[in-house]
């Protein structure tokens, strides 16, 4: 199968290339950008014209649900809303029921995968047993398995012994940490940020330390163990900071921000409104500015969707009480847009953000469009205008406070592997 | 972030689940019809039907002897029915969930929930969530809000203090976790408190406190000056045992009241409190028992402040200020022999034709009626 993008403007960051040309692929695989190969005769032809092409997404963050959660989700209508969000690749957090940690596991999420016809879902394995912060999970048994990366998800390692040990195994076996910092105690259950929102509404609240100390206790066990480790969707200024001093000072970290951090904050909350209920909490415009300063200059390398449906009724109750989370894959793009369109980052930071970024820290040959790597594209129009609403969403979880907004920003069509997955 | 779910179209009151959003003139309606309740109590007959063929609920998932009494109280003295569910000991230790809890209820054709929840935003969700004929009056939520216990404090000071705008008022205690204090930061605030100043240990302070509109004080020798309201709260035995304070007799020697440090307030200071009290651990019993106390008169107030916003939501309440009095006469069984001037039966009563038209129509004891 040979297929020919015609007249689109590529943006590919890693190549460093932005103009106006065609994209050329065959056997799934990128064949050449602009330059036509000798005798190239497509049996597809995608006009792209007015659109933008550039790398499929690359998200580091995600939930599917499915297996014990398939009320909330399945694989299937996860899978066709990050096809039509232009992600073609996919880290499933190990917080899954069963858990993430044993390679029977992992081999059921690449059946699943493959029944879903989406098979570029990597699955992050458990860095603790059942996430329970106490033994150390059979990381290379999980790594041989297919686990990209090792993490404890949302679940603490509240023994710091502990994490070290599991550091310095992950690091025997040149696994990737990915580590959202979240002091159990310090987080005392809450649910909002620590703020004048929270104590006006008398909500259970979350300081910004129960972040920064959590994240500076495994910046400095990355430097004792050598750890790699990819700090995932910070909230605040001060971790900002820190990541950046760390970074500054040699250590190989890296970070991402969840999208509707660079756009909500405490403020934008309706009150007791679930669909605001998110983890780590919705901040300050003080962090927000951070944090999109920390994109800008690349402190923060990566933009994840954190993608957590849910069924309505994890969302029906007393804030408190409701789950954490958004559905987020199909707003990432548009919401990615709108950073740019208020000249936070340029269109090409936020490209590389969703794609060349995520695709290192990973360390996968994707993420650009490279002759040789696989041919994962996004195709998409900056200006068309679409409403959130049931007729356009395709996530079985409906929990996002931007339903009923119109955005815009649409991804006409997605590739994944030279497979069309996804044609508006 | 106005909570207009509150308010009707016309701008009256539908639910009452917080102070927040609500005008000064609202609140000071809500005072005033309960001042012309208040005499009611006192009489042999205590009853007038504004809310006659109304069924209000109590929906309790927390325990609670005094709100839950004093709103059965005053929704009787309006001739509701009443039903109190204990919820805490009923369908949600089941499994059933708040929303399905709310879902039957209204299938009894219920009127008016009053709902007190241990989750901040619970009474929200249930208004969001009910069919739009239903009243929600929260009766406390979480740390959130308990805005009919402020309004039952508000109308106390004013029986006392008359006008607010020269009135300093301390808020004392457990602010962090007390959905009292935020009522009543908002409800002085409003009605146009000079000051309001809270006195507590820093771990007894919700971040960015000041931000509700108060000065901080963390030293009751210095906070108790020059005040006129001193407000206490109830200190919960497991603060101690969640590390925020030590021991309860180090909170009683910083922040206890006394009547030696109550003489650093105003001469003329009222001491209040919302209750249960804790003896000698918040406040020494020489005080709570003391001339300058007004903690029982909170109470008694209770019933009229809660008749009046049960009524108001219900858009049963007659004007304020076109009171000559809900008179009931001690021993007298023949309305028509009431003043006129006053509130009108509900339609459909079947003793009110035997009523001058604009007549009070008690109704002892319910069924006996009106001869």
Known sequence: MKIRIDHGRIIDPANDIDRVGSVYIKHGKIVSVTDEPDSFKPDIVINAENQIVCPGFIDLSTRLRDMGHSRKATFKSEVTAAAAAGITTLCLQPDTVPVIDTPAVVELIKELAEKAGYPQIYAVGALTQKLEGAELSSMLSLKQAGCIAVGNANQPVKNLLILRRAMEYAASHDLLLMFRSNDFWLGNNGCAHEGAVATRYGLPSIPEAAETIALAQCLELAELTGCRVHFGQLSCKRSVIKIHQAKKYGLKVSADVAIHQLHLTENDMRPFDSAYHVLPPLRTEDDKHYLRQGLAGSTINSICSDHQPHDLDAKLGAFPETEPGMSSLETLLPLMLKLVAQHAITLEQGIACLSANPARVLRLNSGALTPGFSADVCIFDPELEWQVNSENWKSQGVNTPFWGQTLKGRVTHTLQAGKIIHRL | ?371
């Open chain 2, 1 to 371: 972030m106005t909570d207009n779910l509150q308010l009707n179209a016309e701008g009256k009151l539908k639910h009452f689940l917080t102070i927040e959003g609500l005008s000064k003139a609202l609140l000071t309606e809500i005072l005033d019809t309960a001042e012309s309740f208040a005499g009611m109590s006192e009489h042999q007959v205590k009853k007038v039907p504004l809310l006659r063929g109304k069924t209000i609920v109590n929906l309790f998932f927390e325990n609670s002897t005094r709100t839950r009494t004093t709103f059965e109280l005053a929704a009787t003295r309006l001739s509701a029915d009443v039903i109190n569910m204990n919820i805490a000991t009923s369908a949600t230790s089941k499994g059933e969930s708040l929303l399905d809890t709310i879902r039957n209820l209204e299938a009894m054709f219920v009127d008016m929930f009053v709902v007190r929840h241990a989750l901040s935003g619970a009474a929200h969700f249930i208004a969001q969530q009910t069919a739009p004929h239903i009243s929600v009056i929260n009766a406390g939520d979480g740390q959130h809000a308990h805005p009919t216990q402020a309004m039952l404090d508000m109308f106390t000071i004013r029986q006392i203090k008359r006008d607010f705008s020269s009135l300093r008022v301390a808020i004392i205690g457990d602010i962090l976790h007390s959905r009292v204090a935020r009522s009543e930061i908002q409800a002085l605030n409003t009605l146009g408190a000079a000051e309001v100043r809270v006195i507590a240990p820093k771990t007894l302070l919700p971040a960015h406190v000041e931000s509700l509109g108060v000065n901080v004080s963390h030293n009751l020798t210095e906070g108790l000056k020059d005040i006129d309201v001193v407000m206490m709260l109830r200190l919960q035995k497991e603060r101690m045992s969640s590390a925020l304070l030590p021991s309860e007799s180090e909170y009683f020697k910083c922040f206890g009241l006394t009547e030696e440090k109550l003489k650093i307030a105003k001469p003329d200071a009222i001491v209040m409190h919302p209750g249960p009290i804790n003896r000698g651990v918040e406040i020494d019993s020489k005080v709570a028992d003391g001339p300058q106390s007004v903690i029982l008169k909170q109470v008694s107030n209770g019933i009229a402040v809660r008749m009046a916003v049960m009524a108001m939501a219900m858009q049963t309440a007659p004007a304020p200020g076109r009171f000559s009095g809900i008179h009931t006469i001690p021993g007298d069984r023949h309305a028509g022999s009431l003043p006129a001037g006053g509130i009108h039966t509900i339609p459909g009563d079947r003793h009110a034709g035997s009523l001058p038209a604009n007549g009070i129509h008690t109704i002892p004891g319910d069924k006996s009626g009106v001869a």
